[in-house]
């Protein structure tokens, strides 16, 4: 659906985009994730037509969206990052007013019964809520039914509530078969909506998978708390990998790079010194601690989420 060779985006001296490389098929959300600056809107834009790449290739439904723009924003949904919407015309008007820009349209109750604004169709756009405009500009973009939603940070500057509205429509979609490119800065979003995470730094991609994979590449370590009772030698354990970290309470916590051994040294242990498992606790790194790992603290810093 979408293939994306070397690119490249320049503004005059400054480089948004080195060399992106990136294939993705249809079906399912895709996140990019990364910290505000990072080029996260200019690869969008560009995928978009509205910005010229600077060299490289880029396709979408194998169009060039640079040169033929008009036929594939037919296929497109996009929601920007601001939409200027006309403050006092009704919901329902802004509707029909987009959907003469399109040879054929879903019907309009029913795309502002999708995104739960079917209430507000008589209600002029300035009095909305934040969300409310967030469901609204996702309407807009669904109105001609496209294959393929671009949305650009939608939850951005939304309260938590209508974060998870927004996200409830995001999900609905994907249920039904449509593909979403997602561009986010929020981490929890990325790992809860997407089923493969694409992490940008600098215009630079540091990290492509899904948030399972890629928290099961991270280099950080998983935590163990571990309560016995009777006598605990921890030697089988430091053996299998496992790092004595110190106590909390009752617990002796240690950092382990495979829980997995760990968990079987800890079974022979306790096995072989006769000792009574009291409670046992593990903690996986996160894709939040995978973020980090590959932003670095000066570019982690600047994240708002």
Not at 18 to 42: M, R
Not at 45 to 55: D, F, K, P, V, Y
Request: with cysteine.
């Amino acid at each position: 659906m979408i293939e994306i060779r070397n690119l490249v985006k320049d503004y005059g001296s400054e480089r948004a985009l080195s060399d992106v490389s990136l294939a993705i098929e249809s079906g399912g959300c895709v996140g990019l994730l990364g910290p505000n600056g990072a080029g996260k809107t200019t690869l969008v834009e560009i995928l978009e037509g509205l910005r010229e790449a600077t060299s490289g290739s880029v396709r979408v439904f194998g169009l060039d969206p640079a040169l033929e723009a008009r036929p594939l924003r037919l296929r497109i949904g996009v929601q920007l990052q601001a939409t200027a919407l006309p403050q006092e015309l009704k919901v329902s008007e802004v509707l029909r007013l987009y959907a003469a820009f399109y040879p054929a349209t879903l019907e309009p109750r029913a795309v502002l019964e999708s995104v739960d604004l079917l209430a507000k169709e008589r209600a002029l756009v300035r009095t909305l809520s934040g969300g409310e405009r967030q469901r609204l500009a996702l309407a807009l973009a669904l109105l001609h039914d496209p294959e393929l939603l671009l949305l650009d940070e939608p939850t951005a500057a939304l309260d938590p509530m209508a974060r998870r509205g927004v996200h409830a429509i995001v999900e609905q979609l994907v249920a039904r078969g449509k593909t979403v490119l997602l561009t986010t800065h929020y981490i929890e979003e990325a790992e809860k909506l997407c089923r493969r995470v694409v992490m940008i730094r600098r215009g630079e991609i540091v990290a492509d998978g899904s948030p399972f994979e890629l928290v099961g590449k991270a280099a950080g370590l998983s935590t163990l708390w571990i309560e016995v009772d009777g006598p605990f030698d921890p030697a089988p354990l430091l053996a299998a990998g496992a790092v004595e970290e110190g106590r909390e309470g009752r617990h002796r916590r240690f950092g382990v790079s495979d829980p997995g051994a760990a968990i079987v040294a800890l079974g022979d242990l306790l096995r072989a010194q006769g000792a009574r498992l009291v409670d046992l606790r593990l903690k996986r790194p996160t894709l939040e601690d995978v973020y980090l790992e590959y932003m670095g603290e000066s570019d982690a810093a600047r994240e708002v989420a």
